[in-house]
């Protein structure tokens, strides 16, 4: 680098010192070396002068060419001056044959930056733009790009949870492992005022952990930095509901939680590529309680307005009441009676408004498939094909008319393989047959999550997993946009490699809500390759040539050779016997020794 700056400046300085040749214009006047204001009478004169010294008659022979080049100059000289329309052309365009051959040199560029004594001031703002800036962005953006993989997390932070986490780490060292980031020691940034705001929400946020489960807030050894002190204690504030009272630390907890969120994804990369089921759902875990603002095993009817834990455990009490659906199937006289200690009838019909918004997701069909085959056979590429679909808690009078009219559909509805070919399901059209209805396009609203940062806009990951063994079979799947139509989904995998019944449990889990997961055991069935049924003999429906048309005698001629040489006959002529498509001729040895 510091040789090329050398060399730079040597020809910057050589530029510099080097002057701006001169472009001579072309002039009649001093050709013939007179004075510019010459009259007609002295222009003629000139003209004869020059014409007895240079015509190349009156020169010796070896400097004739020269001469011509010369008179002819000359000649052009005269003729612009004495011309009047010559002379315009010179006068316009400097030059007697007009803009063709103008001399006039222009760049499209500003006057100032090729003016000679503007070198200087021009090569240094080169310099500063070319050999300063260009090199420092370009390399600031080559050192974001390498610092960061393709999902925008730091490659440093990443690594640290690659490191730290382990198969059997718990939520609450996932929290800890979280607040390690790279990106909270860069991005958010540090008061002289935090340190002193930050004692006071650890002792708050201790004593709100001691009263919700009896233990004590505490950093560990391998949270020594501040920045990652700072994000322990504002996450737990965040889950725990405590209020922060600093404004700059507010500030930090809204971007925090966000970031979390993105590096929660971050981490089930990890988890999932290394095949750990127990440790992922954590993390999904971990992302509803984010979204909601709420702690580790909180009911998920905290997640509505006004409904505090002396409301949570006085439906609990009462009618066992544990989900939102549970709540929502309730009658409003029985909502309102339970919560009256708590809140006001307008306020638990105000939650009811709310926990409407609450998606809860209906398994319609979830089964494995092998496209063409009735059998799933070892190491085939089988298909994990889902439909679902969300609906309100505690609705079930929709879903039962659409149970009842899946049931009494034709019997294309049921075909598994129009279902897999299809977009969502297939319909029989007025000729029987088979095509596939298009999904709509629908879009989920977005959650109700008042202590999430912004909008929140609900995914789910999809999951096969074998619980017992703490594995995952096929890798999170996300899905979004599930709304009261049907979402199909298809996941494909390939399928154990020998024969039997494997047990597999299928995880649908929210991002954004508590409560609305699934947890449904699946079995498939692996049979061998010998019990698939035979392939069916193809049908040639390739027509045999007419025995009028050339290739229908040409075929003819080939079967009777055929014939011949399967009889030991040699060559024969066809007889009016042999006629007929696919019949051999009629010969014997007593035909062919009278031909001969």
Not at 67 to 89: C, F
Not at 403 to 429: H, N, P, R, T
Request: hydrophobic letters at 35%.
């Amino acid at each position: 680098i510091l040789l090329g700056w050398i060399l730079f400046g040597f020809v910057a300085y050589q530029a510099y010192i080097t002057p701006s040749p001169e472009v001579n214009k072309w002039n009649p006047f001093d050709i013939l070396g007179i004075a510019d204001n010459a009259t007609p009478k002295q222009i003629k004169s000139a003209y004869r002068g020059l014409s007895k010294i240079w015509h190349p008659d009156k020169v010796k022979s070896d400097i004739r060419e020269q001469a011509d080049a010369k008179m002819a100059e000359i000649n052009k000289a005269y003729e612009t001056l004495t011309d009047d329309e010559t002379r315009e052309n010179w006068e316009k365009y400097g030059h007697p044959d007009g803009s063709r051959n103008s001399m006039t040199m222009s760049i499209a560029l500003p006057a100032w930056i090729i003016e000679a004594h503007n070198n200087f001031w021009v090569l240094s703002a080169y310099g500063i733009v070319c050999g300063l800036m260009l090199p420092y962005f370009i390399g600031k953006w080559w050192y974001r790009s390498g610092n960061y993989t393709k999902d925008k997390i730091r490659t440093k932070t990443m690594g640290t949870f690659f490191k730290q986490l382990k198969e059997t780490t718990s939520a609450k060292e996932i929290v800890e492992i979280l607040s390690h980031a790279e990106e909270f020691k860069e991005d958010i940034a540090s008061r002289p005022s935090d340190e002193a705001a930050l004692e006071k929400l650890a002792v708050k946020v201790d004593a709100a952990l001691e009263s919700k489960n009896g233990e004590k807030f505490e950093y560990t050894k391998k949270t020594t930095s501040p920045a990652s002190m700072k994000v322990l204690t504002l996450l737990y504030a965040h889950t725990l509901s405590v209020p922060v009272e600093d404004k700059g630390l507010a500030q930090d907890q809204v971007e925090i939680a966000s970031k979390t969120l993105h590096l929660i994804n971050g981490m089930i990369q990890i988890t999932t590529a290394r095949q750990w089921l127990s440790v992922s759902l954590s993390l999904m875990d971990m992302s509803q309680i984010l979204v909601q603002g709420l702690y580790f095993h909180d009911s998920p009817l905290r997640q509505l307005p006004y409904v505090n834990i002396d409301a949570v455990k006085a439906l609990k009490s009462k009618n066992q009441v544990k989900s939102i659906s549970q709540f929502m199937e309730m009658d409003r006289q029985d909502r309102v009676a339970l919560l009256k200690d708590n809140i006001t009838a307008d306020q638990a019909d105000q939650v009811a408004t709310v926990a409407k918004q609450y998606p809860e997701l209906k398994v319609r069909k979830a089964f494995f498939k092998v496209a063409g085959d009735n059998i799933i056979t070892p190491g085939s590429l089988c298909t994990f094909i889902l439909k679902v679909r969300a609906v309100s808690p505690g609705e079930t009078a929709e879903e039962e008319e659409e149970e009842e009219s899946a049931k009494s559909a034709k019997s294309a509805k049921d075909s598994v393989d129009a279902l897999f070919e299809g977009d969502v399901d297939s319909e029989e059209d007025e000729n029987g047959n088979v095509k596939p209805t298009k999904e709509s396009k629908a879009t989920a609203p977005a959650v109700h999550a008042p202590y999430f940062p912004g909008d929140k806009k609900p995914f789910w990951w999809v999951v096969l997993g074998d619980h017992k063994n703490n594995r995952i079979v096929v890798a999170p799947t996300k899905i979004t946009d599930i709304t009261s139509t049907s979402k199909t989904v298809r996941i494909q995998f390939q399928s154990p490699p020998r024969p039997g019944q494997y047990s597999f449990n299928l995880f649908i889990k929210s991002d954004s809500v508590v409560g609305s997961d699934i947890l449904q055991d699946m079995t498939l069935t692996v049979l061998d390759a010998s019990q698939l049924p035979p392939e069916a003999d193809l049908d040639d429906d390739i027509s045999e040539p007419d025995e009028d048309s050339i290739a229908g005698q040409m075929a003819l001629l080939k079967e009777q050779g055929l014939a011949a040489a399967a009889i030991g006959g040699g060559g024969t002529k066809p007889t009016a016997s042999a006629k007929g498509k696919g019949k051999a001729p009629q010969t014997d040895s007593d035909t062919d020794s009278d031909s001969d």
